[in-house]
């Protein structure tokens, strides 16, 4: 060990030299930058330093100095990607500083001993966010976010790209003086003088974040208080550490009894059950070496099976003028440097190979010790830092070598496609769609262009264009029209003349530099599945068959309008209202059932049902296995015939000429013994009716057919003129549900029992289904707590062929497979909590632009054709988890789960237990789409998955992956034919398999430690080639060869 103390380091005045608050080392191990109380950052050559004994040394031993603060420098830090550098003094600004490439002035200020700066060190920014003296600094270990502590007692986070502040946190109640990050880059810890250490949980934010982006980020993890109880407030700093293998955190300033101490504190459960004693005074500061060591040389005697032998090096200072270096392995300390100081010790900083420590002190002085190789052990490669972070779900470092040249060349086209859908995004923003390398070509990220018709204004045939603007005036021309238009004479009310303001718009120069908005008309060829899939939802809307007043009119009940006298007409006042009816809680909207919107109370008589009695339910229904309520039989039942259905595009002049739907109307007799009356009108006018000899409790109908059922358990159907489609359906107990769509009719009882009939083919989808699984009938009958409330029934949904969807009241949502006789669940709370890919945009192909594959654009021939198998099952997965967010989140059942959620992240075992819930929760997606044969969700569902699996490096998942997509290639010939990923078909879920396997090489192809794997594929698809004009091709997969 040696200790380097050169005179001429140090923050020296005219008549004393100031004390030196902070140093930290550069990334590279380069450069030596301290802060003192001359109001100077200094940047020193660490190679100077180790040679201050070599007299033949003459290289610049002061690289730069800047003074740009007004007071005390307290803290001074070097960002992770070597690109910036922060100082924060008590002047309560933050500046931050870049290195220039350009040469610095070689002249000495004037009046000052300072030499002449070597690097040219500029102020990059200069951030004002505290109130009081910014105490300490510390990066993010991904250059994300900046976080600096004062003492107004707040934590300041700010962007490390654009250096906007993001959240401001006032959890402390005193000053706050230390700082350190997680090395797994999922926490961040406090220290302040309310004798607390306080641990944050966050996400690292994108380069473009913004304030608002960050409401729900930074959330406070836990408080640690225990080992700080008693701890002086004398201390300068509490400048805290985070071990390199992520375990465990050093915090200064604790006490442990009466003895000051180190308190260490374990990552998993947050408890301080070690202390590092030894210290005669407070402690100020402590920090781990970044690497990571051997005990024993691990050339001579390599660590046994299971062990790894690795342990963590830990320096530790303060006022006691001691410097203390100890390690994992032992009680003791390895290294004791009494009174390497004459002052209290203010900060430590290791050199990047974990072999040299720097400390300032406030007696001005800066002390280098230097250790040999095996003093503090023998130092391990930086990958095992990677590993022992990987199971906190640490970032990858990954980037790695290329394999080969074929996979630079996939790699290249991989980030062309980003960067491509990265440039399309922003055109689209700013309202330029005009694209920028190849004019003649009318598209953008990688789509050939689409034939356009009717007008449309980026067509490319010459009857499509618009008409030529005018020719462009010249410059004397638009001068003279600006003139006359700043000159503009008005004459105001009271007569004074005044010069009208000139709009910059309007003068004509050019274009307004804010986003334009762009109108596309309604004869646009781009089809709308690809551009608004979330527009389109592949379910029936049910419908509560109540009139006008809904739900409120059952409570109510009926009030009726009293008769008019004959010539009192004319004696009415204008302003007299008449009797007010039920004000409606649920209403037939566009997508079914809603909340009725908050309106004015209408005047006049709202006509109301009437209440007339409960069904006859047969009393053996009391000892079913399931039973659901049965409707009660109301006086008057309404059903239009396509209320909610959006109608085609047309003008206001035609949409105003539609005529009204046509309503199927049911009334049943206030004497049960009368039969009841059902009958259709349009307008009015009566098309057709009938009666029934039972109460009528529901109906429903389309295009196709209508359907009624009877309180006795019948189901009567009719064509839509009325005729009788078949004899009356006779079911087990009496409809509870009843839906229809296209020539499907569904049909739940209230025992359970779903049917499902096909009228065009009087045939079954399936035999009837109970629904008692999708209930919790086993869970919540063998409850150890006595009787639990079961699920209900929210609603029951059709697709276009004839599958049936269901949503219970405790947010999960249900599919019934046919072909494998079973319930599936699409959705439930548990994705709602642990996964992070819940309420992500999902449903728009603009998701898709974040990869190198980009939307699909349908071919204009066979639209037609497609369009209906396009739409099978579209929208439903991202339905159903809108309603669990809805039925779960937003009405406050979450706290329960997201409370075991919270503790499992804190145990030992559950550190990668985020990124599995959320790679679970894609292949969830991707199987329920493949299930429900939903084709553009499918699809994005594959490439979210594909990225993520990707990021993390799974390889088995990721080699399956492809193995999957080129379906028998690899398979036995001699296997059975499977469905789905088994199948030996060239289509998946409607996708060309090839298509498939192309966009998913195209993601992966960025990846280089998944190259031998993604570059074998790449060449069965003849994406690779060694021409370098074929990687300029158009859509970045059908290259050149």
Not at 891 to 913: H, I, N, P, S, W
Request: charge should be negative; hydrophobic fraction near 35%.
């Amino acid at each position: 060990m040696h200790l380097i103390k050169p005179s001429w380091l140090s923050h020296s005045g005219e008549q004393k030299d100031f004390e030196v608050y902070s140093c930290h080392i550069s990334p590279d191990g380069k450069r030596l930058a301290t802060a003192g109380g001359d109001g100077h950052v200094r940047v020193w050559s660490t190679e100077s330093i180790y040679n201050a004994n070599d007299s033949t040394y003459t290289k610049p031993r002061q690289l730069c100095h800047m003074s740009h603060h007004l007071g005390t420098i307290h803290s001074v830090r070097f960002s992770p990607n070597n690109r910036y550098l922060a100082s924060g003094a008590d002047d309560k600004i933050i500046c931050i500083y870049q290195l220039d490439s350009s040469p610095a002035s070689h002249t000495a200020s004037f009046g000052t001993n300072e030499p002449p700066p070597v690097e040219n060190w500029k102020t990059h920014k200069r951030l004002v966010g505290h109130e009081n003296d910014v105490q300490d600094l510390a990066w993010s270990h991904d250059n994300s976010i900046l976080v600096s502590v004062g003492l107004d007692s707040k934590v300041v986070v700010w962007s490390g790209h654009s250096f906007e502040k993001l959240k401001v946190l006032s959890g402390h109640q005193s000053h706050v003086k230390g700082i350190t990050f997680d090395p797994a880059n999922k926490y961040f810890a406090t220290a302040s003088d309310d004798r607390t250490i306080k641990i944050f949980r966050f996400t690292s934010p994108p380069p473009n974040a913004t304030q608002h982006d960050m409401i729900n980020n930074f959330v406070l993890e836990t408080t640690i208080s225990s080992p700080f109880k008693s701890s002086p407030l004398t201390t300068y700093f509490r400048r805290c550490s985070w071990s390199p293998d992520g375990n465990h955190i050093a915090a200064a300033n604790a006490v442990n009894g009466p003895v000051s101490s180190v308190a260490i504190i374990e990552r998993a459960n947050w408890d301080s059950e070690i202390n590092l004693i030894g210290h005669e005074g407070p402690t100020e500061v402590c920090m781990f070496s970044p690497r990571l060591f051997y005990t024993k040389n691990p050339a001579e005697s390599p660590p046994a099976n299971g062990s790894s032998g690795l342990v963590t090096v830990i320096a530790s200072a303060g006022q006691d003028k001691t410097l203390s270096i100890w390690n994992t392995n032992t009680s003791r300390p390895l290294v004791i440097v009494q009174d390497v100081a004459s002052k209290s010790i203010s900060d430590l900083a290791w050199t990047p190979d974990g072999q040299t420590l720097f400390a300032s002190s406030l007696d001005g002085g800066i002390v280098a010790v230097k250790f040999e190789t095996g003093e503090l052990g023998w130092v391990a490669k930086s990958e095992e830092n990677d590993k022992a972070l990987q199971k906190y779900g640490g970032p990858r470092k990954g980037m790695g070598l290329a394999e080969d040249v074929d996979g630079l060349q996939l790699e290249n086209v991989s980030k062309e496609g980003e960067l491509r859908g990265a440039e399309s995004r922003m055109g689209a923003l700013m309202g330029d769609f005009e694209p920028t390398e190849k004019p003649e070509v009318a598209a953008t990220n990688g789509v050939k262009p689409v034939v356009v018709k009717n007008g449309e204004t980026n067509g490319d045939t010459e009857h499509n264009k618009p008409p030529a603007p005018p020719a462009e005036e010249s410059a004397d021309k638009t001068a003279e029209r600006i003139a006359e238009l700043k000159n503009r004479v008005t004459i105001t009310k009271d007569g004074k003349k005044r010069v009208a303001p000139l709009l910059v718009s309007s003068s004509g120069t050019g274009q307004s530099s804010l986003p334009q908005s762009q109108l596309v008309g309604a004869g646009s060829a781009k089809p709308a599945p690809n551009d608004t899939p979330q527009t389109i939802l592949d379910l029936s809307k049910p419908f509560d068959g109540l009139p006008r007043g809904g739900i409120a009119a059952l409570l109510l009940g009926n009030k009726r309008k009293l008769a008019v006298v004959e010539g009192d007409e004319e004696e009415e006042h204008a302003d007299k209202r008449a009797a007010v009816g039920p004000i409606p809680v649920l209403v037939n909207g566009v997508g079914g059932l809603e909340p009725a919107p908050l309106s004015a109370p209408a005047h006049g008589v709202v006509p109301t049902p009437e209440f007339l009695r409960p069904a006859v339910v047969n009393p053996v229904i009391t000892v079913a296995q399931l039973r659901l309520a049965v409707p009660k039989v109301r006086s008057h039942i309404l059903r239009p015939l396509q209320k909610g259905v959006l109608q085609e595009e047309s003008t206001l002049e035609e949409a105003s000429k539609t005529p009204e739907n046509i309503v199927l109307e049911a009334k049943n007799p206030a004497v049960s013994r009368d039969p009841s009356h059902i009958m259709a009108s349009k307008r009015g006018a009566l098309l057709w009716q009938d009666y029934l000899p039972r109460a009528i409790i529901l109906v429903t109908g389309n295009k196709n057919f209508w359907a009624a059922a009877c309180e006795d358990g019948s189901v009567h159907t009719w064509t839509p003129a009325g005729r009788r489609l078949m004899n009356a359906i006779i079911l087990e107990s009496q409809p509870v549900i009843l839906e229809s769509r296209d020539n499907w009719l569904l049909c739940i009882t209230s025992v359970g029992l779903c049917h499902i009939f096909n009228l065009k083919t009087m045939s079954a989808a399936h035999p009837p289904v109970s629904m008692a699984p999708i209930l919790d009938i086993a869970m919540t009958s063998l409850s150890n707590h006595g009787t639990t409330v079961g699920p209900g029934v929210t609603s029951a949904h059709l697709n276009s062929i004839g599958a049936v969807v269901v949503t219970l009241s405790n947010g999960d949502g249900f599919y019934y497979s046919a072909s494998m006789c079973a319930w599936q669940r699409l959705s439930e709370s548990w994705w709602a909590v642990g996964s992070q890919y819940w309420n992500s945009n999902d449903s728009s192909v603009s998701a898709l632009q974040t990869t190198a594959v980009g939307p699909v654009t349908a071919s204009t021939s066979g639209k037609s054709a497609e369009t209906a198998e396009t739409n099978v099952s579209a929208g439903i997965i991202p339905f159903l988890e809108r309603h669990t967010t809805t039925e779960f989140l937003l009405k406050g059942r979450a706290y329960t789960l997201q409370r075991l959620v919270k503790v499992l992240l804190a145990k030992d075992g559950y550190e990668r237990f985020e990124s599995t819930v959320s790679i679970a929760h894609l292949e969830n997606r991707i199987a329920g789409a493949l299930a429900l044969g939903s084709k553009e969700e499918f699809r994005l569902y594959l490439f979210m998955y594909t990225k993520r699996i990707g990021a993390e490096g799974l390889k088995s998942k990721v080699e399956e992956l492809l193995n999957s997509l080129l379906g028998g290639v690899l398979q036995d010939g001699n296997a059975d034919e499977g469905k789905g990923w088994f199948s030996k078909q060239d289509v998946l879920c409607g996708w060309d398999r090839k298509d498939l396997l192309k966009g998913v090489v195209l993601i992966l192809g960025k990846f280089r430690d998944l190259q031998r794997l993604t570059v074998q594929y790449a060449r069965i698809l003849d994406m690779t080639s060694h021409d370098e004009d074929s990687a300029n091709g158009i859509d970045g997969m059908d290259l050149e060869e």
